[in-house]
């Protein structure tokens, strides 16, 4: 039976904790694939406008390039509406090649909190495992709603990591140096392109 992990995001922009988590997913779960997949409109993030699509398949494109076992799934970008990730889940489960494959759900503590707030959880529950990195020094731990729920959670032992896109974006406004919290190639692109600047 294939293993294969789903890891979303806005990767707005991609970087290292998202390359560490990627990698870590890939190996400690044995998975045959782990498909990276964009979102198009992360409707739990309405708040702001993201960068473009076509600038963020780019960064995630550079800061995984000849990743074995790591591939770029564009579903998300090409449907219209917000991206639901049961949505993926389900598209995927249809595709021959992809029949009784088991699937994992790769997610930050901050989204496993907030699990409970997505669109027809319980069915994502039932449909894949979760795999869970503690972030910022919080170990996975499910809010309450989910905690009374059964469901397959793996933890994955990612090393504290304390980036995220948003203060990255916030850094490249200003101009500041981000050197240190992506890929060079993802720092150069964001660097020539003026990607985050005012
Ligand atoms: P933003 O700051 O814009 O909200 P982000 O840094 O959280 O972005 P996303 O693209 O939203 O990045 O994250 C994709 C997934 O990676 C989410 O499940 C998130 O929890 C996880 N993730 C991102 N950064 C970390 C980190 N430093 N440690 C653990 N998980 C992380």
Known sequence: MKRIGLFGGSFDPPHNAHVAMARLARDHLALDELRLIPAGDP?????????PAADRLAML?????????IVI???ELKRSG??????????????????GAQLF???G????????TWHRWPDILRLATLAVAGREGEAPRPAPQLAAVTHRMVPLPLPPMPVSATAIRSRATEGDHIDEMVPPP???????????RS
């Open 43 to 51: 409707w739990q993030k309405s708040d702001r406008q993201l960068a």
């Open 61 to 69: 494109r550079l800061a995984f390039e000849d990743e074995p076992g």
């Open 73 to 75: 799934d564009e579903s």
């Open 82 to 99: 917000p991206s639901y990730t049961i949505d993926t889940i389900e598209q995927l489960q249809s595709r021959p090649d992809l029949a």
């Open 105 to 107: 759900l790769v997610i």
């Open 109 to 116: 503590q901050d989204q496993y909190a907030n699990l409970h």
């Open 186 to 196: 993802v720092a150069d692109y964001i660097e020539h392109t003026h990607l985050y």
